[in-house]
């Protein structure tokens, strides 16, 4: 590979390579791999390596099994337990410690994928490392039941297992106020940042007293809410598995990975009491003005993504949908809401309900996150998202979930990129909007409020006025847009 790029690091040398006007580390190591007796214990920093540590490749995503819903780049990397890494894109010019004058912000992106697939290794971040003066930290950590399965019950030193995902989020921050100045970023202002499941670990992270002072503002793109589980579901796997509960540990202890993966277990972050001691909303309320800024929002329909576009009706339907105003309500009674649905949308077909219902899970999580971070004092930013997909074959999804992550990272930009789009990168009009919100996104995450030219005044989301930016085809700061919505919600 051209360009080859070598640093000295506190942990030792790192060759990378140029991409663009940025320098690309890849597959550095921030943990020691969690395997053998340590599969499910929380992970260890890193010691470094000797020699020079290869940063040209990607490391290894989690283990998962394949066909998540989107791949955003189409990489050739491979899976394993192994997968405690993470990517780095920084501004060329920064490709040695600088003094100190000239650090620059830090993004921790955290990937999305239920919880149960993705990578850090999806996202092209070198158009936006250059084009905001920062640098960006992609990370991997581990998924499903390697990494939120809950065996408290089976012995002390699995106190708080279920959140080793939120543990490896953790000691991502702790390596990045270690070594970040190694590679030209300010330790002392970090943003950690996400979209879907990543956006919900960005919200947990809020309410995990061990990341606190780790990062200095928070980005969440589309999130739920992390709540107290209301039953313990191991009895009943253990029961799938024709095992007594006492022998649970052990027998996934001694089984492989992929053998574990393919269980297909689905899992959510959850309040449990030694890693994430409460709910998100409480968390924002208890720490007051010592909470961190927050943009936060959603897409207006977040669901076509989980329907794709169709009205057919599926069997699956109702339950999934009491399922999802379940999570939406933190654990509620979803029978009002489910009652005033269906009497404000009398007509609405099965497959228009399913994807509204999902649409409004994520809605309502930021519109309420946010107007618990103004209320706090440190200020709360609503968005929507509303600039349709116009990528032919793509139309029907409209603005659908996860299509704001190439507007984020302004991959239009970079002509040679494989991240996937619903827009069309050559319209003049996306490229222009990628670029507002890129630099909107830029000047939160460098100054703590989000501005860009050509973009209205964006005010915080106050429950008095409860004002919104709508992304379209331009900008527009608009008064209570879910006014209706919100009234299921919470009536």
């Given at each position: 590979?051209?360009?080859?790029?070598?640093?000295?690091?506190?942990?030792?040398?790192?060759?990378?390579?140029?991409?663009?006007?940025?320098?690309?580390?890849?597959?550095?190591?921030?943990?020691?791999?969690?395997?053998?007796?340590?599969?499910?214990?929380?992970?260890?920093?890193?010691?470094?390596?000797?020699?020079?540590?290869?940063?040209?490749?990607?490391?290894?995503?989690?283990?998962?099994?394949?066909?998540?819903?989107?791949?955003?780049?189409?990489?050739?990397?491979?899976?394993?337990?192994?997968?405690?890494?993470?990517?780095?894109?920084?501004?060329?010019?920064?490709?040695?410690?600088?003094?100190?004058?000239?650090?620059?912000?830090?993004?921790?992106?955290?990937?999305?994928?239920?919880?149960?697939?993705?990578?850090?290794?999806?996202?092209?971040?070198?158009?936006?490392?250059?084009?905001?003066?920062?640098?960006?930290?992609?990370?991997?950590?581990?998924?499903?039941?390697?990494?939120?399965?809950?065996?408290?019950?089976?012995?002390?030193?699995?106190?708080?297992?279920?959140?080793?995902?939120?543990?490896?989020?953790?000691?991502?921050?702790?390596?990045?106020?270690?070594?970040?100045?190694?590679?030209?970023?300010?330790?002392?202002?970090?943003?950690?940042?996400?979209?879907?499941?990543?956006?919900?670990?960005?919200?947990?992270?809020?309410?995990?007293?061990?990341?606190?002072?780790?990062?200095?503002?928070?980005?969440?793109?589309?999130?739920?809410?992390?709540?107290?589980?209301?039953?313990?579901?191991?009895?009943?796997?253990?029961?799938?598995?024709?095992?007594?509960?006492?022998?649970?540990?052990?027998?996934?202890?001694?089984?492989?990975?992929?053998?574990?993966?393919?269980?297909?277990?689905?899992?959510?972050?959850?309040?449990?009491?030694?890693?994430?001691?409460?709910?998100?909303?409480?968390?924002?309320?208890?720490?007051?003005?010592?909470?961190?800024?927050?943009?936060?929002?959603?897409?207006?329909?977040?669901?076509?993504?989980y329907t794709q576009g169709r009205d057919d009706p599926q069997e699956h339907y109702p339950h999934l949908n009491?399922?999802?105003?379940?999570?939406?309500?933190c654990g509620g009674d979803p029978t009002h809401y489910l009652k005033r649905f269906k009497e404000t949308y009398?007509?609405?077909?099965?497959?228009?309900?399913?994807?509204?219902?999902?649409?409004?899970?994520?809605?309502?999580?930021?519109?309420?996150?946010?107007?618990?971070?103004?209320?706090?004092?440190?200020?709360?930013?609503?968005?929507?998202?509303?600039?349709?997909?116009?990528?032919?074959?793509?139309?029907?999804?409209?603005?659908?979930?996860?299509?704001?992550?190439?507007?984020?990272?302004?991959?239009?930009?970079?002509?040679?990129?494989?991240?996937?789009?619903?827009?069309?990168?050559?319209?003049?009009?996306?490229?222009?909007?990628?670029?507002?919100?890129?630099?909107?996104?830029?000047?939160?995450?460098?100054?703590?409020?989000?501005?860009?030219?050509?973009?209205?005044?964006?005010?915080?989301?106050?429950?008095?006025?409860?004002?919104?930016?709508?992304?379209?085809?331009?900008?527009?700061?608009?008064?209570?847009?879910?006014?209706?919505?919100?009234?299921?919600?919470?009536?």
């Amino acid at each position: 590979m051209s360009n080859m790029t070598m640093i000295n690091t506190r942990l030792g040398r790192v060759q990378g390579f140029r991409q663009g006007n940025a320098n690309m580390f890849l597959g550095v190591r921030y943990g020691e791999p969690p395997v053998g007796p340590r599969r499910f214990l929380p992970a260890t920093m890193t010691d470094g390596w000797s020699g020079t540590h290869d940063a040209t490749q990607y490391g290894d995503r989690a283990m998962q099994n394949p066909g998540t819903l989107i791949d955003r780049q189409q990489v050739a990397d491979q899976m394993s337990e192994d997968c405690l890494n993470l990517n780095i894109a920084a501004p060329a010019i920064a490709q040695t410690s600088p003094p100190t004058n000239t650090y620059r912000p830090v993004l921790l992106w955290i990937h999305g994928g239920g919880f149960i697939g993705g990578s850090a290794n999806e996202y092209d971040a070198s158009v936006l490392a250059q084009q905001g003066n920062m640098v960006i930290v992609t990370v991997n950590y581990r998924l499903g039941t390697l990494g939120l399965l809950d065996l408290s019950a089976h012995g002390t030193q699995y106190q708080g297992s279920s959140s080793n995902t939120v543990r490896d989020l953790v000691l991502a921050l702790q390596w990045i106020q270690d070594n970040i100045h190694d590679y030209g970023g300010c330790s002392d202002n970090v943003t950690i940042a996400g979209e879907s499941s990543g956006a919900t670990l960005v919200l947990t992270l809020l309410a995990t007293p061990s990341a606190d002072g780790l990062y200095h503002k928070a980005i969440a793109n589309s999130p739920t809410c992390a709540y107290m589980r209301a039953t313990d579901p191991t009895p009943k796997w253990a029961a799938k598995l024709n095992i007594e509960r006492s022998a649970f540990a052990d027998t996934l202890l001694a089984m492989s990975a992929q053998e574990i993966i393919d269980l297909g277990w689905r899992y959510r972050v959850e309040v449990d009491g030694t890693v994430v001691t409460r709910t998100t909303y409480e968390a924002i309320t208890d720490r007051g003005a010592n909470g961190v800024p927050l943009l936060i929002g959603s897409n207006l329909n977040e669901g076509t993504l989980y329907t794709q576009g169709r009205d057919d009706p599926q069997e699956h339907y109702p339950h999934l949908n009491a399922s999802l105003v379940q999570e939406m309500l933190c654990g509620g009674d979803p029978t009002h809401y489910l009652k005033r649905f269906k009497e404000t949308y009398p007509q609405a077909t099965p497959g228009k309900i399913h994807e509204m219902i999902w649409t409004d899970m994520f809605r309502r999580t930021a519109t309420t996150a946010a107007a618990l971070a103004s209320q706090a004092g440190v200020g709360g930013w609503l968005y929507r998202f509303d600039l349709p997909a116009n990528l032919p074959g793509f139309e029907r999804y409209g603005a659908t979930h996860s299509c704001e992550i190439p507007f984020t990272f302004n991959t239009f930009d970079n002509p040679s990129t494989q991240a996937h789009t619903f827009h069309d990168r050559n319209s003049p009009s996306v490229r222009d909007i990628a670029l507002k919100w890129s630099t909107l996104v830029i000047n939160f995450c460098s100054h703590g409020v989000p501005r860009a030219d050509g973009v209205p005044d964006w005010p915080r989301y106050e429950s008095d006025g409860r004002r919104c930016l709508v992304v379209g085809d331009h900008f527009e700061v608009v008064s209570d847009p879910d006014r209706l919505h919100r009234s299921m919600w919470n009536g």
